[in-house]
């Protein structure tokens, strides 16, 4: 149920001699408007997208826009929905917005399935609204304390099963005002499949941005449905800074030539020999930020990369200065160890690499898409230590 702004609070502080702005010309209403004033913005913070390009808004003085989109079905139209103000009438849903998903925000009933999306409503501080999340979130809560503090911090989250197998039932009786789903892009239906069963889905697609401050920049999209703007232009921001910083703290330091490759090798997780991203992949950018040669980039122009096998692995990459290994050290560790073929390759044989963490790899799964910056400080401290002396890598170090 929604809540009504009351003045006590306000009236508390007047007694105590501090002033008290109008809320309206200072931060986006955290509760509902109890007199509604046509003619009152109530959203003095805004959100706009400077590197996204896959989500736009538009604000008006009690309701918001976000059009999306549609990544699962690219020939519809985009996906719209209309945020309305708690307290305030809704617009006529004609022209442009016939057909739009209404919202009475700011939400405070959650439902949720994206990782991702998970770890952009922790940055702007929206877990408490957090009513079901998938059952992959609670398996991983039992060894990943990042999972288990987000759990925790939920309204009692319950399980909504997988989002290719949801439990519509339970979902449907949660009652929740959105449900925070990821969209991958064509082939993939569970956004379009959630919302022809009449639920509030909502589609967020940062894994198909074209750069990582892009992906990053999500977390603005899903602030503005909880009034949450101020913290998340602030949260992106502060991204933002520390992945040019890491940039910058690397720029001319390495080697002319010095190249890195990004890939998982080994068949323990389905990656044949060596499954290796180009230019397109958020990894493959990184890399390019760095200014370093991916030999695996040419003619490698899938989203998230491509297998490579033995053969083609060495005639690209035996002379790589630089690896970095996707999936938990202790399996990247023994495959090397155990495949001699690995040997040819000298930067790994020399432990010229950098491997995901065994302990935070649950929760690295599902932040590296949002905090980009830590991901790129994780890559530039296994290339030149020596620039950040006394710092490890949080999801990605060396063996």
């Excluded at 877990?127 to 288990?148: D, K, R, Y």
Aim: hydrophobic share 40%.
């Amino acid at each position: 149920m929604k809540r009504v702004i009351t003045l006590a609070v306000g009236a508390g502080l007047l007694a105590a001699g501090v002033a008290v702005p109008a809320m309206s010309q200072e931060t986006n209403p955290a509760e509902c408007v109890d007199t509604f004033d046509p003619s009152v913005n109530y959203f003095p913070e805004k959100v706009e997208p400077r590197h996204s390009t896959f989500w736009d808004i538009a604000y008006h003085n009690n309701y918001k826009v976000l059009t999306v989109p549609d990544s699962e079905f690219p020939d519809n139209p985009a996906l719209t929905y209309v945020l309305v103000q708690c307290g305030t009438p809704a617009p006529e849903l004609t022209g442009d917005l016939e057909g739009a998903l209404v919202v009475e925000i700011p939400v405070d009933r959650t439902a949720i399935t994206h990782n991702n999306g998970l770890a952009m409503l922790d940055e702007i501080g929206a877990l408490g609204t957090i009513v079901g999340v998938s059952q992959a979130m609670l398996n991983s809560a039992e060894n990943s304390p990042w999972f288990a503090r987000v759990i925790e911090e939920s309204n009692d989250a319950v399980s909504l099963g997988s989002s290719s197998g949801m439990d519509f039932e339970t979902t449907v009786g949660l009652e929740p005002d959105i449900i925070v789903m990821a969209g991958f892009g064509p082939g993939y239906t569970e956004i379009s499949d959630t919302r022809g069963r009449g639920l509030p889905a909502v589609m967020v697609s940062n894994r198909i941005e074209p750069t990582p401050l892009g992906s990053a920049e999500w977390l603005k999209f899903l602030s503005a449905f909880y009034n949450a703007e101020g913290v998340g232009n602030e949260r992106f921001d502060a991204i933002e800074a520390g992945y040019e910083d890491a940039a910058a703290t690397v720029a001319g330091r390495l080697p002319a030539g010095y190249s890195a490759a990004y890939a998982c090798i080994g068949d323990q997780r389905g990656c044949d020999f060596m499954y290796a991203h180009g230019p397109r992949s958020l990894n493959g950018q990184i890399l390019d930020t760095l200014g370093v040669t991916n030999p695996f980039a040419e003619g490698n122009e899938a989203g998230n990369g491509m297998t490579f096998d033995f053969e083609t692995s060495l005639g690209r990459a035996v002379d790589t200065d630089f690896f970095i290994l996707y999936y938990e050290a202790s399996v990247n560790n023994e495959t090397i160890a155990t495949d001699t073929r690995f040997q040819n390759f000298p930067a790994l044989a020399e432990g010229n690499y950098i491997t995901g963490t065994d302990e935070n790899y649950p929760e690295c799964g599902a932040t590296n898409y949002i905090r980009v910056d830590r991901l790129i400080r994780d890559y530039a401290i296994g290339m030149l230590p020596e620039l950040f002396p006394g710092e490890e890598g949080v999801c990605f170090a060396r063996p």
